[in-house]
């Protein structure tokens, strides 16, 4: 009689479906040609069926998949809870314009975000204090660790318990070690579901999750050098500045962009240092850019 079990997709490539089954391990599946006859593509993050079909082999079929609580665009996932967007202190030096614009577009896809400052044992002028306070003030939860000493590691793992979350930053800010730490701290066979995603050791090309334990996943994605905002209008830039809001009250128009009018509640704050000048400088340029976009 063919054993029916549910589990989580990991990673797709070619057609083939790798499926972590919680207490059982991964395995290799194919889709059902319903999928195909349906117009459904099976997404990593799925919650699936699997009909095992060799336990020896690590085969199967999925066979069903279960009810989405939401969908990512990009990347394209399914059921993913919050973000964790990660940067290095140092080696690469951090890039607050591309902080910010990540942060935008993962709220732009309704993800609650934490931001991860890497390597933080080569913080030597405790910058990554001072910009913790800065998004703190923000409005995000902020961790700063060190993946190549271990520090800090324990939070993110806490920040990840029970929970799908996607990671996103820079190449070369450490993600993957972060990831690898993570997996150390856990009591499963993290070397067979390692072979099994065929994960490289330090550069990500594909999106796939990874267990952190029973319950627990991360999404390694690919490293981000620049993120265009193209499904955003300069009008609705503010939104996404959280800080920005106890202010917007005083502004004397209606409408007002925050960079040029002369009676403006965010200039005023931020001349009396309410406001970060770095989240307003990044602000500005993001703001230009969107103003100068060609309309098609």
């Known amino acids: 009689m063919p054993e029916y079990n549910q589990g989580k997709i990991t990673r797709g490539v070619g057609g ?29 993050g799925d919650d699936v069926m699997i009909q095992i079909l060799s336990e020896k082999d690590g085969t199967g079929n999925l066979t069903e998949i279960l009810p989405r609580k939401s969908v ?59 910009l913790s306070k800065v998004y703190q003030a923000a409005g995000y939860p902020v961790l700063c660790v060190s993946a190549g000493t271990n520090l800090g590691v324990e939070q993110v793992y806490a920040c990840l318990k029970g929970k799908t979350t996607a990671a996103a930053g820079p190449s070369g800010v450490g993600k993957s070690t972060l990831i690898n730490r993570l997996q150390e701290n856990t009591h499963m066979e993290t070397g067979e579901v390692s072979r099994k995603l065929q994960r490289g050791r330090h550069t990500t090309r594909h999106s796939q999750l990874i267990p952190v334990d029973e319950e627990s996943y991360i999404l390694d994605t690919p490293g981000f050098g620049s993120l265009e905002m193209f499904d955003l209008e300069k009008e609705n830039l503010a939104d996404y500045y959280r800080e920005f809001m106890p202010f917007t009250g005083d502004c004397k128009f209606q409408g007002c962009s925050h960079t040029h009018e002369p009676v403006c509640g965010v200039k005023k704050a931020l001349s009396e240092g309410k406001i970060s000048r770095e989240r307003y400088r990044t602000y500005c340029t993001l703001y230009e850019e969107l103003a100068s976009r060609r309309k098609y």
């Not at 083939?16 to 349906?38: L, M, Q, T, W």
């Not at 993913?80 to 993962?106: E, G, T, W």
Request: glycine letters at 4%.
């Open 16 to 44: 083939f479906y790798y499926v972590h089954v919680p207490s059982k391990g991964v395995y290799e599946c194919r889709a059902r040609g319903i999928f195909r006859n349906d117009g459904i593509k099976p997404l990593v």
């Open 72 to 130: 990512l665009v990009r990347p394209a996932v399914a059921n993913v809870d919050q973000a964790l967007v990660v940067f290095s202190m140092k080696s690469p030096q951090i890039s607050l314009n591309l902080l910010d614009r990540m942060l935008i577009h993962m709220e732009q896809q309704h993800l609650p975000v934490t931001v991860c400052f890497n390597k933080s044992d080569l913080d030597e002028d405790n910058e990554g204090r001072r």
